[in-house]
């Protein structure tokens, strides 16, 4: 864990319990992690086991930038989970990286590797159609 201090003269500003939620979520990520680097394997388990509970939320701001419907969470969302425990366990606690920095591309991957392709194939078609049928 990295302690800075306040340099002198400056102010504490006062912020948002978001931030604060965040903040403590990436402080003990970064412990528990830690502490899983340490422990035997039993115990290493539970500790990463509660590092991917805490960072759940991750999934849904990663689904929330790809603006996935819920229907479509839903059917991700076990690629996504999948994602967020490789990030887990390649994670450098000890590193400079933050967490959600370094698992959100994780979770992105996963969750972009399963997606239907589908949507993009259709809209090709029918632009290719459209422009055949201008042609004819």
Do not use: C, Y
């Amino acid at each position: 864990m990295r302690v800075v201090e306040q340099p002198p003269g400056s102010t504490v500003t006062e912020k948002s319990p978001a931030d604060w939620a965040d903040q403590t979520r990436r402080i003990l990520t970064r412990d528990l992690l830690t502490r899983a680097a340490h422990a035997q394997p039993g115990e290493a388990r539970a500790l990463e086991f509660r590092a991917l509970h805490l960072n759940l939320p991750l999934i849904g701001e990663v689904a929330d930038r790809l603006a996935l419907t819920d229907s479509r969470r839903r059917g991700l969302e076990h690629h996504a989970l999948e994602g967020l425990h490789e990030a887990i366990h390649l994670f450098d606690p000890f590193g400079r990286a933050d967490f959600p920095e370094f698992a959100r591309p994780f979770v992105e991957r996963r969750i972009r590797t399963h997606l239907p392709a589908t949507n993009l194939r259709l809209a090709v078609h029918r632009v290719a159609l459209a422009i055949a049928g201008s042609r004819v």
